[in-house]
């Protein structure tokens, strides 16, 4: 089986003593090789999907199911790096003692564009260098997947530009799958090979970007147009 099937997905949460609702039936397809991005206003459930996907929590019912070969890797919105260890040992770090490929770790510095910083300490980089290292320790697993949970969101804007567009050439390059959660519509239509729209737990609707290529200029017609559907659609008209 090539990519992710999420069928009937449903997750709630005690909450003062009742049981709130926040996945109602989730029915997904996750592609191999593409970056599917989840977008939605807060509480709709986007980071909850990604955490019953990652494993890190349990549905209460529906399924989850992986193809054969199934790696999972993590970025979050804070880069969770180890102040006392410079870069390379970060990378290293995520891999949890398990002897690294030869070369794998040079490679992955120089693809992520960290080359010459490979003994910097986190301390010592910016915002978006340290989302880089982030990115590079999930890579170094060499996962079939990575998770993001709004990764570039505390970046200035012209850093989580520039980390879009490196993102966009490291997926081309490991060619793995992502699932990228999001509340920003722009970084969706950057991004997304497939965006979907999460409101109140459910999957509202689907858009294939599969033949827009990947340099996207969000202010041709076309894009504006889906904007506006998009924009419709969250505020629920």
Known sequence: ???????DLKKSYEVDGR???VLKGIDLTIPEGRI?????????GKTTLLRLVGGLEAPD????RFGASHRTAFVFQEPRLMPWLDVTRNILFGLRGREAEPGLVKDIIETVGLSGFEKAYPAQLSGGMQQ????????AYRPSLILMDEPF???DHFTREQMQQELIRVQETENCSILFVTHSIDEALLLGHRIVIIDQG????LYDLEDEGRQRDLLEDRFIHIKREIVAELKGQ
């Open 1 to 7: 089986m090539a990519g992710i099937e999420i069928r």
């Open 132 to 139: 880089r290292t982030a990115l590079a320790r999930a890579l």
């Open 19 to 21: 049981q709130l609702p």
């Open 153 to 155: 969101a505390a970046l």
């Open 36 to 44: 599917t991005v989840v977008l939605g206003r807060s509480g709709c």
């Open 202 to 205: 459910q999957v509202e609707r």
């Open 61 to 64: 019912s529906g399924e989850i």
